[in-house]
């Protein structure tokens, strides 16, 4: 049995989400640390930042160490109809990291689930969502917004590309003085403005939310998509997460590739968002395939942030020996100590950077 | 416990007094003492002052729950933070300055001197205009003078530096003024306690007319 102290909070994590990802019938996906870059250079806005470190195969073709995992496994997956794969993961990604703009090593564990996706599937996703959030700590908070809406009532307000660019990035900072200041540049009708000036301060439990949301789509396409969250929100409300789940539609991801839910998962504790996730269809259809798809990944390595307990001591016992000191001596010493559980370090002088709790001379004292 | 960061100086000061007419003193700030960290404890409220291009830094990495930032500073650094509240005050401009009578016909790349390079980059990409960036951190109003740049891009407040050295403002690229900006995690666990505080100070806004 392994002392479950010697595990960090990303470690345990990993095998918790591997068991329960399994449970849910998600098989494991390993791929190569590297891809044709290609792939991602067709795919560069879906991309979290737009930086790969490429480097070139023996035959000259030129390689990316990855920074995504989907965009490899939905090459990996077939379009059947009724049918859809699920997999799960747990990989390094490469990636320049927003908050220090140098690259850095990022590990990930996810799913995915590719194919004939109905209203259950994208249950089962936030579910499992919530749920992988949960292994790691229960105070959490997993937001949830919907693409579908959010679109629906951009188009409604103006046709300007540019102005719903810079609409949905006002609404993900919840900048209402910015928002206002934009639908006036962008002379949007009052009632319109209104909608979208109403997006900014949506967010909190589920009912309330949805509620309000009824006030504000209206229109027929934002309705159809309403009676979309409204529905995985009648399924959410009958599982153990119901308080954790929320609606916020400060939530928002690129527009070209994802449509539906989207969301993203907080831990208390931990300064970032450590869950990130929604569906990709357009993404798929975008690579030319008819499929649908959801899917989430977690940032175990954020999960530092939440391991604050310092260890006072690296060994509880450091036993100290020199060339005189026979080795079955110092065997017999190891083995008593480790076998009632202490951590033992055995050398021939004291580490100047070990930390112990006590000292045990197998020879004289300080030779 | 909520942790606000404020920006160090003149304007830090009115922000704090803000904060005070909105119910969240904290008489110890006002003491002249060596201490950094300033506590309300029954009003749930701690105070710590800090290098004003340094607020976002503090809110976006959570050691902050919410700060008090120019809007300057997240252009320049695009912070991934909730930007809650215009407090409209500490009003200026970020322009673009150059000798009086300085007339870009679009001929050779622009050169172009400022400490704020990521905002510069921007306006003239979406111009597309071919510049040279010239990274400074203090004085950029003698970039021009001495012929090291064409133009500067810079904070203007009153224009009175600009018009004493011969220069003038050529194009304005966007209003700049404070904001009340929130650590997003922080946001999520602390929303009654944050969502009051922007409550309470949004009364504090003074309107321009």
Known sequence: MIDNMLFKSEEKAIFALRALYNSYGYLPFKMSKFEEYDIYVRNKDFLVSDSVITFNDTNGKLLALKPDVTLSIIKNTTDEEGCKQKVYYNENVYRVSQRTHQFKEIMQAGLECIGDIDSYDIFEAVYLAAKSLDTVSPDFVLDISHMGIVSAILDEASDSQDFKKNAVRLISERNLHETEALCRAYEIEDSYKEKVCALVNMYGAADKVISALDNICTGERAAKELSDLKSLCALINKTEYKNNIRIDFSVLNDMSYYNGIVFSGFINGISDSVLSGGRYDKLIERMGRKSGAIGFALYLDLLEELDTEKKLYDVDVLVVYNDMTDASLVMDTVKELTDKGLLVSAQKAVPQRLRYKEIKWLCKEGV | ?209
């Open chain 2, 1 to 209: 416990m909520i942790n606000v960061a404020l920006p160090k100086g003149r304007l830090g000061e009115k922000v704090y007094a803000m904060f005070e007419k909105a119910g969240y003193e904290c008489p110890a700030i006002k003491e002249n003492t060596r201490k950094l960290i300033f506590e309300n404890e029954e009003k749930g409220i701690r105070f710590f002052w800090v290098k004003p291009s340094d607020v976002s830094i503090y809110v976006e990495r959570g050691a902050a729950d919410i700060g008090v930032a120019g809007k300057d500073i997240l252009l320049e650094y695009s912070p991934d933070v909730y930007e809650l509240l215009d407090l409209n005050m500490g009003k200026c401009r970020m322009a673009v300055a150059g000798k009086n009578g300085f007339y870009d016909d679009g001929v050779k790349t622009l050169k172009v001197a400022t400490k704020f390079v990521n905002i510069a980059k921007r306006f003239y990409a979406s111009k597309c205009r071919d510049i040279d960036i010239i990274k400074l951190n203090g004085s950029i109003e003698l970039a021009p003078i001495l012929g090291l740049s064409d133009v500067i891009v810079d904070i203007v407040e009153t224009g009175t530096t600009l018009k004493e050295n011969n220069l003038s403002v050529v194009e304005t690229i966007v209003p700049i003024s404070a904001r009340l900006i929130s650590n997003k995690s922080s946001f999520k666990f602390k929303t009654e306690e944050i969502e009051n505080i922007v409550k309470c100070m949004k009364a504090q806004v003074k309107t321009d007319d």
